[in-house]
């Protein structure tokens, strides 16, 4: 009995490993591994009308719909995920400093915005961060930001 010894000759693939960001490159790996083991033809049948057993088919069909069920899930959640950072960004771009408000409380829901659109995996840079919050303060810091934009390194 052969226990936890590899055979002479094969060789070990690591296979990847599916996240919610990285379906993609998941899913060409998957193919490329399917193919060089001869098993992609279950997923994506190279002949359609040639005539297959009962088992064989049924195989077919199960590994083509898990396939499209992986590839619909992932790439359904990236899409919501685009229109989430798409709709962010456009309150990111309209916010305003109410008369009302306290600067630190602006500068919070500022900063929650920018941390949300970064969770979701999009770049925003702190010098575009700073230019947009010292634009929007209202007329009485704006002394204050004048002087931060001459002189500060943004």
């Known amino acids: 009995m052969d226990t936890g010894k590899e055979k002479a000759g094969s060789i070990g693939l690591t296979y990847p490993?599916?996240?919610?960001?990285n379906y993609t490159a998941w899913a060409l790996k998957m193919k490329l591994f399917m193919q060089?083991?001869?098993v992609w033809t279950a997923v994506e049948p190279s002949d359609v009308k040639?005539?297959?057993?009962?088992?064989?088919?049924?195989?077919?069909?199960?590994?083509k719909e898990g396939w499209e069920a992986i590839r619909l899930m992932?790439?359904?959640a990236d899409r919501v995920k685009r229109a989430k950072i798409q709709t962010l960004k456009?309150?990111?771009?309209s916010l305003r400093m109410d008369d009302s408000e306290r600067l630190e409380d602006f500068y919070m829901k500022l900063n929650g915005l920018?941390?949300?659109?970064r969770a979701?995996?999009?770049?925003?840079g702190e010098s575009y961060?700073?230019?947009?919050?010292?634009?929007?303060?209202?007329?009485?810091?704006?002394?204050?930001?004048?002087t931060i934009e001459q002189f500060g390194d943004l």
């Open 120 to 124: 979701l995996g999009e770049q925003m």
């Open 129 to 146: 961060v700073v230019k947009k919050l010292l634009h929007v303060v209202l007329s009485r810091f704006l002394q204050i930001a004048s």
């Open 74 to 76: 992932c790439q359904g």
């Open 114 to 117: 920018v941390s949300t659109i």
């Open 36 to 38: 060089a083991q001869g």
């Open 17 to 21: 490993v599916l996240a919610k960001s």
């Open 50 to 63: 040639a005539p297959l057993d009962d088992k064989i088919d049924k195989l077919k069909k199960i590994a």
């Open 90 to 93: 456009a309150e990111f771009e």
